[in-house]
């Protein structure tokens, strides 16, 4: 989608973190902004923010977790300001610690979240896309949905389910002559929102600004690509372990600090205490 002058862009967890900076960023490009969260402070703060960055701007607070709240809020936008251009599923959880460390709940929300959010959003708004001149879905996946995160588990394999849903929903509108409609799926490594305080990023890479990761998202739009993978290591990641034995692949990843990188994470589990 080259231009995005007037496409109506929402996006999940647009109150904070890479959600807000995506919606910064999208000002400048004149696309009209709706952005979903749970949090309604921090979608109040945001709102004003970009509204005095001269941005066209609305909010609507939702929990993803609550399905038929998303079918309502689809029918919501309708009536108040028409079919949307563009989806950008950005909100995800995570939750920390050795597995059976982590309540069992928080493992559930996490799925519910990061898949079942995604999913449904995409449900609700892929033929609002469809219908249009063009569409874009972009899903914001991440580097650990190509390898396994020890202290990690349920976020992983998340993103792992992001990525695979992406790709084949991706080949499916192609296939279908569809293809008005293009996806890009994002994975970055560490980026620095709070969400993963305490992670280390693997060696020779350091955490992500939102800001810039934000810039690389909008421009994939812009270029129709098929996937932002940041940085450099993420890009050869899946090459790496597609040609390499596991054991020796294993053994790169602990060296680069990857497979350690979660073991002090001690991020907050900013949407709500289950
Ligand atoms: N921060 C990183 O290091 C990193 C790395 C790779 C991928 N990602 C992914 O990027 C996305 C954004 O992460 P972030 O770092 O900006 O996180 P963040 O915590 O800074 O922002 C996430 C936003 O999503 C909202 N949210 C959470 N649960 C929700 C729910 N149930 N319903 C509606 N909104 C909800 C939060 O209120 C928050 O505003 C996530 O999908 C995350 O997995 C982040």
């Keep these: 989608m080259r231009d995005l002058k007037g496409k109506r862009t929402l996006i999940t967890g647009g109150a904070a973190g890479i959600g807000r900076n995506i919606a910064e960023r999208l000002v400048p490009e004149g696309a009209e902004l709706v952005l979903v969260d ?39 936008i309708h009536a108040q300001l028409g079919p949307i251009d563009v989806l950008v599923n950005n909100a995800g959880v995570v939750f920390g610690g050795g597995f059976l460390d982590v309540p069992f709940e928080k493992h559930v929300r996490t799925y519910r979240v990061n898949v079942e959010g995604m999913v449904a959003m995409t449900y609700a708004f892929l033929p609002d896309l469809l219908a249009g001149p063009e569409g874009h ?11 396994g995160l020890p202290w990690g588990t349920t976020y992983s394999s998340s993103k792992w389910a992001v990525i695979g849903f992406s790709e084949s929903l991706r ?23 709070g969400l993963f305080e305490g992670a280390r990023p693997p060696r020779t890479t350091s955490m992500l600004a939102p800001e810039q990761l934000a ?60």
């Design 137 to 147: 879905l972009v899903n914001i996946a991440s580097a650990a949905g190509f390898i």
């Design 171 to 193: 080949l499916e509108l192609e296939m279908t002559k569809h293809d008005s409609v293009k996806v890009t799926t994002i994975c970055p490594s560490y980026v620095s929102t």
């Design 215 to 274: 810039q690389q998202i909008v421009d994939g739009i812009k270029r129709d690509e098929l996937y932002v993978l940041t940085p450099w290591l993420v890009r050869v990641t899946p090459m790496l372990k597609g040609v390499l034995p596991t054991r020796l692949f294993d053994m790169i990843a602990w060296t680069l600090g990857a497979t350690s990188s979660m073991a002090q994470w001690r991020g907050t589990d900013k949407d709500i205490a289950v």
């Design 38 to 76: 749970l949090n309604e402070a921090a979608l109040n703060e945001t709102l004003a923010a970009i509204h005095s960055l001269g941005g066209e701007v609305s909010g609507y607070c939702l929990d993803l977790t609550d399905t038929d709240s998303i079918f309502r809020l689809r029918d919501r």
